[in-house]
């Protein structure tokens, strides 16, 4: 699901638009961004973080929400342990419901 603009918090900055590495947004002076290339998203969360009125949520895809589960693979070892303690935070960070 590509980022969603709440047009009502929405101040038309266009950092959205600055701050996007994949350039998804389309920005004009005085309008509110539009999201023109929504397949292009990589779900890393710099319009969100850099949203001066946290007015953009986005919400993960499945399979990037997936967390191995140690059933599975067994517990997780030292680095892995960090890596998938960081990935589920900003996973909770950028989820808004």
Request: with cysteine; net charge negative.
């Amino acid at each position: 699901m590509p980022p969603q603009i709440d047009k009502t918090l929405c101040q038309r900055c266009g950092t959205c638009y600055d701050i996007c590495p994949q350039d998804i947004f389309g920005h004009r002076e005085e309008e509110i961004p539009t999201v023109d290339y929504p397949a292009e998203c990589w779900y890393c969360g710099s319009c969100v973080i850099d949203c001066p009125v946290e007015a953009i949520s986005l919400r993960l895809p499945l399979q990037m929400r997936m967390v191995p589960s140690p059933a599975n693979y067994g517990p997780p070892t030292g680095d892995e342990a960090a890596a998938l303690g960081k990935a589920a935070a900003f996973s909770r960070s950028v989820t808004k419901t």
